[in-house]
């Protein structure tokens, strides 16, 4: 089965889209950012190498930047 992904413009749609699925009893899930960020991290895991590293320097570099 297809799945549709639909991103309201701003909360009075969001409110609308939730009352007419609510409405419809169309099952429906609410993707926040942080579990978009989780999907596209799983997908680039799986496209990437399991054998490549990456050296500690960069990894801690990257770390103390934050």
Known sequence: MN???ITPKNP???QQLAQFLT???LPARVLTDEKKEDIAML???AEGDPNDTVPEEEVMKILRRS
């Open 3 to 5: 799945s549709y992904v």
């Open 12 to 14: 009075l749609e969001q």
């Open 23 to 25: 409405q419809s009893h």
């Open 43 to 45: 997908h680039f895991m």
